[in-house]
C-alpha cells in the first residue's frame, strides 16, 4: 500500500485559511461601509442635511456649506 503523504492536509489547511481571511476582509468592508464620516474642521457628522464633500486641501471629509462649518467650529471653541 502507498503512504499518503500530507500534501492533502497542507492544501486543506491553506483554504480554510483562505476562506477565514475572505470572511475577516468581507466584515471589515461591511463596518467601513456603515461608518459614518465626520468634518475634519468641525466634526459634525455627516447627514443629508450637513452633507460631506473633499476638503479642497485634500486632509479629507469637510462640509460643502464653509460657512456653517465655521459657525460650528467658533461655537465650538
Do not use: F, N, Y
Not at 22 to 46: D, M, S, T, Y
Amino acid at each position: 500500500m502507498p503512504e499518503e503523504d500530507d500534501g492533502a492536509m497542507t492544501t486543506d489547511g491553506a483554504k480554510t485559511s483562505r476562506e477565514r481571511a475572505k470572511e475577516i476582509a468581507e466584515q471589515r468592508r461591511a463596518e467601513r461601509r456603515q461608518r459614518k464620516r465626520h468634518c475634519v474642521l468641525c466634526g459634525v457628522e455627516e447627514s443629508d442635511r450637513t452633507p460631506l464633500g473633499p476638503h479642497p486641501d485634500g486632509i479629507g471629509p469637510s462640509c460643502r456649506e464653509e460657512s456653517a462649518c465655521l459657525a460650528r467650529r467658533a461655537r465650538s471653541l
